[in-house]
């Protein structure tokens, strides 16, 4: 009897002796995208990311040619993100309780408000966040790369490798956007068909992470930490 045959009767008389169920050691069921036609897997994935109650995005993307820096926490109707460029300040969106609020600088504010009035608020901006007017189109430009539904968007047709992969060791499919929204979206096929990773042109890459985890920083900010910019 040579040793793999003793390892074999061993393991198989250890499983008779502890009524093991070798199920539990499987992992997590198939969720069956893999089988779908690109199109469903990709609406299977963001109907999956918008029910989560939690998750963080966070790598590179690039803006109109330019990369930046990015993170964003979202946990239910409450999202913190920042935008940080290669050149110049990072640019900080927090919402919470249905109200937004900004971190800019001076010449992103100025845009919107004024350089007189920016520069009177100048020394304020670096602790304190901008509650601006709904007018204010700057600061909703700012606010589409932390939408939910800007996060995974096909701009063309959609295909898939017809060969499950892995990312990082979690069992996923891959989609391809001929339209350039994403280069490769990486779709879990256990548990729920959540994003685990999209990578684009310029070498734009973001992965999502802790899902139905809880963050801090995403209450409101204390009244004295805002600075409230009405439309004028």
Same mark, same amino acid.
């Given at each position: 009897m040579n040793i793999l045959r003793q390892v074999t009767v061993a393991v198989a008389v250890v499983l008779l002796l502890g009524g093991c169920d070798l199920r539990k050691n499987q992992g997590p069921a198939d969720n069956g995208v893999a089988a779908l036609e690109p199109g469903e897997i990709l609406g299977q994935a963001k109907d999956a990311l918008d029910k989560s109650s939690s998750f963080h995005v966070a790598g590179t993307i690039v803006i109109t040619g330019r990369t930046a820096g990015y993170d964003l926490k979202v946990s239910a109707e409450n999202r913190?993100?920042?935008?940080?460029?290669?050149?110049?300040?990072? @640019?900080q969106m927090l919402v919470s309780g249905k109200r937004?609020?900004?971190k800019v600088d001076e010449r992103l504010l100025a845009g919107a408000v004024g350089a007189k009035e920016a520069h009177r608020l100048a020394p304020y901006l670096a602790e304190s966040w901008v509650e601006p007017a709904r007018e204010y189109t700057v600061f909703a430009a700012l606010t589409v790369?932390?939408?939910?539904?800007?996060? @995974?968007?096909?701009?063309?047709? @959609?295909?898939?490798d017809e060969r499950p992969t892995t990312y990082e060791g979690?069992?996923?499919i891959v989609l391809h956007d001929a339209g350039g929204g994403f280069t490769s979206l990486y779709v879990s096929t256990t548990g729920d068909p959540v994003p685990l990773a999209m990578t684009g042109a310029g070498g734009a890459k973001v992965v999502f992470t802790e899902y139905g985890e809880g963050f801090t920083g995403l209450m409101r900010p204390a009244s004295g930490d805002i600075i409230v910019v009405p439309n004028t």
């Open positions: 913190l993100g920042t935008l940080t460029p290669e050149t110049g300040s990072p @640019v937004t609020y900004f790369p932390f939408q939910r539904d800007q996060l @995974v968007k096909a701009l063309g047709a @959609v295909t898939k979690h069992p996923a």
